[in-house]
């Protein structure tokens, strides 16, 4: 009994929170609106490549809302070496992707969302530089997906803050 009473007085402070969801309404509300309305600039680079491919699967854009907003990225992509041996060969890589972006309003041309994202992996150096190199590469889309899960969780968050000035669900 005392457990039952406990749970309902749990849900009844919980829905006095003020937690919504974040993509409520779907792809029609008011943040997968916003989402799908965002066109993605050409990164430079492979990672840029990998960074703006993920960027497009992940918004969404490839559906027919007229776009909003340009979201403009630059990349800092970084190996370091580090870990050295007693020959002074390395045995350990650190492999950084940094994200700078800028989410641009196509109508007034104002930059309304400005901020980074990155991560980081490591990588060990074996005697195969075939398996070395691929290591790399797969750190490379490892980062790329993970950097690009942070940027359009920014841009929902922003979308989700600014929904009723902006737009309206459908």
């Known amino acids: 009994m005392m457990r039952r009473a406990v749970l309902v007085l749990g849900l009844l402070m919980l829905t006095g929170c003020g937690l919504r969801p974040l993509y409520a309404g779907g792809s029609g509300g008011a943040v997968g609106s916003t989402l799908s309305a965002v066109t993605v600039a050409p990164i430079a680079g492979q990672s840029g490549w990998l960074v703006r491919n993920k960027l497009v699967d992940k918004l969404g854009v490839a559906g027919s809302a007229a776009p909003a907003y340009r979201l403009d990225v630059t ?66 889309e490892n980062l790329s997906d993970i950097v690009a899960d942070q940027i359009v969780a920014r841009i929902a968050l922003f979308a989700s803050q600014t929904a009723p000035e902006e737009i309206k669900p459908k």
């Open 75 to 140: 990349l800092d992509d970084n190996i370091t070496a580090f870990g050295l041996r007693s020959d002074r060969a390395a045995t350990q890589e650190r492999r950084t992707l940094r994200a700078r972006y800028q989410l641009v309003e196509l109508r007034s041309g104002t930059v309304v969302l400005d901020a980074t994202a990155g991560s980081d992996a490591g990588i060990d150096i074996v005697s195969s530089e075939y398996a070395t190199v691929a290591a790399e590469q797969t750190a490379l």
